[in-house]
């Protein structure tokens, strides 16, 4: 190796380091980001072996549910299905992505009341016909126990943040202490105290804060000029020096805020006031911010109303958090605030977890926060995390003993499962490829299918309301003695009945003793009834006996009365309860099929219908159902088949690597062969990531290391060609006008083998063309040009073909050989055959394309004239300092010249020496001319015509070489006489054969003159 080489080596190192370093910088700068998530992608779509657990089970609000049911939302009764039947058929659990953030109308009847809707705080279990729906709702979640709901986390939002709040506190105590609301360092102070939220304050954010810290002042000690609550908007711009629009805007918000303040403080000084119900504590409230009563709808009594349900909301909805641990606050994401679950629903669930979606950078939604703080110091699960938990024991409660997080590895440990966090507290859904997002998941429950059996139930329940109130109606006639006890117990039945069914929707815990007196004085009043109508069938078969003469005006009046009570029964009882047959055997074929699907499975229930569903991109799907995200966690964490990845050091340790290698490569391999081992590598490389995530989930970088090959790649073959192979460019150029392009490469790739002289048999071949100094002199020198230059095109391109170094061309001829030290050429005697016949095919086929063109006449003239010699030769460099030719030097070099010289003699085309006939092999068809005695060398040359490839030679010509053969051994065996008869009757056959002509003549002279001992068979030639 060179110097020069040694140089270029170097330099090219570098820059392939040079590019790893910019990649790794690249990667550590988020800038391949975005590819590398579609990287991951794929491998959730197309390498994902993550199975469906058979544990779970979705029912979805699917595009069929909403046209059968109706219009979203629906009223909250009927939500109670989706709670309610999965309870009654043995779900494991019931995980609801559906939102409850406050109440629902009042429905009587099954029709929506149009004038208002349910207020905790006012209205009352009153008629039974008026069932709030959240009662309804509420019922069927604690009657599951095993409800799972949604509420969400929030990454800003000021006036419901606890840092907000402190802040407020702040202000009101500088307030309170005479500062004035107007003097900017009263915010400034503030600011110093109290914790900065996410995403950080604006000024906005503190002006609010002002605001409600001047609306929350107490009438006992008011500051100067505020009175708390009752300070009117435009008050409040004055005395806070703020635009008077801007309060305008922001007062009712802020109203709203301070009442939570005060609501909250409330509750802090007198825990006894929590238990209360929404309206005795708003009874309580009320005098102390306001002088409104309690029946007057103004903002401070709205603000105040929707202050208590939010408080009491997040009272629940706290209650659900998991008790205070540092290690787990340590692996929360911290968000402002929380939207609760309505106070009801969230006292009534099981537990209650935060659901929230933040996209990565392109937008799609791979991952999700497993726990959340607000800075209360209590940490929150996921909706997902909260139900596997305690389905794999891992919680009980708010304990969470089960749950622990390695923050050096940030690797959260939920009982045997370990789910790998980001830096923002984030695990990786563990996404199931699906083309059909609606029906995803092994088992799919559309909610038309709870609600068609909950709508039987309610036919059923009105098919037995229109029984109760017929036979209500028939035994509570006079005609019964006894009907005066039947209504007192009639009436006994309806209130125990309305007060179960109110302890039931109120969650009381006497309604369970409540329905059983209920459902005994039914007992009793349907035995009473069955009593009476005995009586009535005895009194019809006695007025049935009597004569129609007999019977009294009673009789005749009791008579019709019984009819009447049987036509009403036939009209209205008997069709009702055999619709109640159909309809019970509809539910029982629908829950049949409904258990075999939900029985002891989880229930995530949530949105899919296209109208309804937050639709986001996610790895698997342009858009899918947010339910998804939970569903797929869930299945991830109860099959313990998590996403893992490896870490960013990982990640730029495997980027160097694979750019090293690519480098190591790219320098000591050519630009083609290292461009094929690195794109085999990066090919391996992408199948190893895909396989590393189908066995074991866990995604390798695969962007970076592969950007960081092709970078090293690329750069050093730039760097090659503009620097280093523009020589082997030009070098390679020049070469190809005398051999082919991949003798030239191999000469321009491997300078150092043109420098190295080296002896090894080659086969040369020299070219002529026939009498062409007598033509040139006849035709003219533009003439003889262009024939020439045409003619050793043609020859030049068969000799290029066959890959023939073309040495020089020497007038007419042509000088070329094979097997360079360069190329070796293990078949360069058989090269040389077939380019020596291809010659010959070559030069007749120009003949035949000049006279069908009208060219030149002269090319039907031209016949070429072929010597090969196979042999040792010195192949090399040889020339001056100034200029030099590579080239081959020796006797066979020689011996190939005097047989192209010889074909004059013997009146041949193309001869050729034994040592190319016997390593040309069977392909070619050869005639014996005998030994050559030629000048400059004293050994005779056994040399042979060469007559053309065997298949293509005819039988008669072959037979003819074979006796001329025949005739040339007998000459060299010395018998002249023989030979002489037998190349007489060759030249009798062929009188055109020169050869034979000149073995006759031989033949003469040496039987007047016999040969000495020392002859060798061989025939003189005359030139040289």
């Not at 659990?93 to 009587?108: H, K, T």
């Not at 055999?578 to 049949?592: C, K, M, Q």
């Not at 190591?664 to 590598?681: D, E, K, S, T």
């Not at 040495?807 to 293990?826: L, T």
Request: aromatic share 8%.
């Amino acid at each position: 190796m060179t110097n020069r080489e040694r140089s270029a080596r170097r330099w090219a190192f570098l820059i392939g380091i040079a590019a790893t370093l910019a990649v790794c910088l690249a990667y550590a700068l988020r800038m391949l980001e975005r590819a590398e998530l579609r990287a991951l992608d794929l491998r959730f779509r197309y390498a994902n072996s993550i199975p469906h657990s058979d544990e779970l089970v979705r029912i979805d609000i699917d595009d069929s549910s909403v046209e059968t049911v109706g219009r979203w939302p629906w009223a909250r009764f009927k939500q109670s299905c989706l709670v309610e039947i999965p309870a009654e058929l043995g779900a494991r659990a019931v995980v609801v992505d559906l939102e409850y953030l406050d109440g629902q109308p009042l429905d009587i009847d099954d029709r929506r009341v149009d004038d208002g809707y349910f207020d905790p705080l006012s209205e009352q279990l009153t008629p039974d016909s008026l069932r709030p729906s959240d009662m309804e709702l509420r019922a069927a979640i604690a009657g599951a126990g095993n409800v799972y709901l949604a509420f969400h986390a929030h990454a800003r939002t000021p006036l419901d943040s606890l840092s907000h709040a402190e802040l407020v506190d702040a202000l009101h105590a500088s307030l309170r202490a005479g500062a004035s609301p107007r003097d900017p360092k009263l915010r400034s102070d503030a600011l110093r105290y109290v914790a900065v939220p996410r995403g950080g304050w604006t000024e906005a954010d503190v002006d609010q804060a002002v605001l409600v810290a001047l609306l929350a002042a107490e009438r006992d000690a008011p500051i100067v000029g505020t009175q708390g609550f009752d300070t009117p908007p435009e008050a409040l711009a004055l005395v806070a020096g703020l635009d008077a629009e801007v309060v305008d805007r922001i007062h009712s918000r802020c109203l709203e805020a301070a009442a939570r303040r005060f609501v909250r403080s409330a509750l802090a000084g007198e825990p006894q006031l929590l238990p209360l119900a929404p309206v005795e504590l708003f009874e309580r409230l009320l005098p102390r911010i306001s002088r409104d009563p309690p029946d007057n709808d103004t903002p401070r009594t709205e603000a105040l109303g929707r202050a208590i349900r939010y408080v009491r909301s997040a009272v629940a909805t706290r209650s659900h958090a998991y008790a205070p641990d540092a290690g787990l606050v340590a692996a929360a994401a911290k968000y402002d605030a929380i939207q609760p679950v309505l106070f009801d629903f969230a006292a009534a669930a099981r537990r209650c977890g935060f659901v929230v979606f933040e996209p990565d950078s392109d937008g799609v939604a791979r991952r999700v926060s497993l726990l959340a703080t607000i800075g209360d110091g209590l940490t929150y699960p996921q909706l997902a995390l909260g139900c596997a938990a305690d389905l794999v024991g891992a919680t009980r409660g708010r304990a969470a003993d089960g749950i622990r997080y390695d923050a050096d590895r940030r690797l959260l440990h939920v009982a045997d499962r370990v789910i790998q966090l980001d830096a923002a507290g984030r695990a990786i859904v563990p996404w199931v490829a699906d083309r059909d997002v609606q029906a995803a998941g092994r088992r799919h429950v559309p909610a038309e299918a709870l609600f068609r059996v909950q709508q039987r139930r309610r036919d059923m329940a009105e098919n037995t309301r229109i029984i109760r109130d017929t036979l209500e109606q028939i035994f509570a006639s006079e005609f019964f003695s006894d009907h005066d006890a039947y209504v007192a117990a009639l009436r006994r039945y309806k209130e125990l009945d309305a007060g179960a069914d109110r302890a039931r929707l109120s969650g009381d815990p006497s309604a369970t003793e409540l329905r059983a007196a209920a459902d005994a004085a039914r007992a009793q009043i349907e035995e009473r009834e069955r009593a009476m109508w005995d009586f009535a069938l005895a009194e019809q078969r006695r007025m049935d006996g009597l004569d129609a003469s007999a019977r009294t005006f009673a009789d005749e009046r009791s008579s019709d009365l019984l009819e009447l009570f049987q036509q009403t029964i036939a009209d209205r009882v008997l069709p009702a309860r055999a619709a109640n047959e159909n309809l019970e055997r509809e539910i029982a074929a629908a829950l049949s099929v409904l258990r075999s699907r939900i029985a002891g499975r989880t229930c995530v229930v949530g949105y899919t219908a296209t109208a309804l569903a937050d639709m986001t991109p996610t790895p698997t799907s342009r858009r899918a159902p947010g339910v998804l995200a939970h569903y797929w966690l869930l299945n991830g964490l109860l099959t313990n088949r998590l996403v893992y990845w490896t870490t960013p050091a990982q990640n730029l340790g495997l980027t160097f690597a694979a750019g090293l290698l690519a480098t190591l490569i790219a320098v000591w391999r050519g630009p083609r062969g290292a461009a094929m081992i690195v794109g085999a590598l990066a090919l391996s490389y992408a199948a190893a990531s895909a396989v590393t995530f189908h066995a074991a989930t866990t995604a390798i970088a695969t962007v970076p290391p592969l950007v960081a090959m092709f970078a090293a790649l690329g750069l050093i073959a730039f760097h090659r060609y503009i620097f280093i192979e523009r020589e082997r460019r030009e070098l390679t150029t020049a070469l190809t006008q005398y051999t082919s392009r991949a003798i030239a490469r191999q000469v321009a790739e491997n300078p150092e083998l043109c420098r190295r002289a080296e002896s090894r048999e080659v086969s040369v071949i020299f070219t002529d063309l026939r009498g062409f100094t007598q033509i040139a002199e006849r035709i003219g020198a533009d003439r003889t040009q262009r024939v020439l230059n045409l003619c050793l095109e043609r020859c030049t391109a068969v000799l290029v073909r066959h890959e023939a170094m073309v040495n020089k061309f020497m007038g007419d001829g042509i000088f070329a050989f094979w097997n360079p030290v360069i190329y070796p050429q293990s078949d360069h005697a058989r090269r040389a055959c077939e380019s020596a016949t291809d010659l010959q095919a070559a030069m007749a086929a120009l003949a035949r394309e000049q006279s069908l063109r009208g060219g030149d006449p002269v090319f039907g003239e031209l016949v070429t004239r072929v010597g090969v010699a196979t042999g040792n030769a010195v192949v090399g460099p040889c020339g001056s300092a100034m200029k030099y030719d590579y080239t081959c030097i020796g006797d066979s070099v020689n011996v190939a010249a005097r047989l192209e010289s010889a074909n004059k003699f013997f009146g041949t085309l193309m001869l050729v020496n034994d040592a190319t006939r016997t390593a040309a092999g069977d392909r070619f068809a050869f005639r014996a001319i005998g030994g050559v005695q030629v000048k400059g060398r004293r050994q005779p040359v056994q040399v042979y015509e060469l007559l053309g490839r065997r298949a293509g030679c005819p039988p008669q010509r072959l037979r003819y070489a074979e006796e001329f053969g025949t005739a040339v051994a007998a000459f060299q065996s010395r018998d002249f006489a023989a030979a002489r008869a037998a190349f007489v009757a060759c030249v009798a056959l062929h009188p055109d054969d020169s050869a034979a002509a000149r073995y006759v003549v031989a033949c003469d002279r040496l039987l007047r003159e016999p040969p000495s001992e020392q002859w060798q068979g061989a025939i003189e030639l005359e030139d040289k």
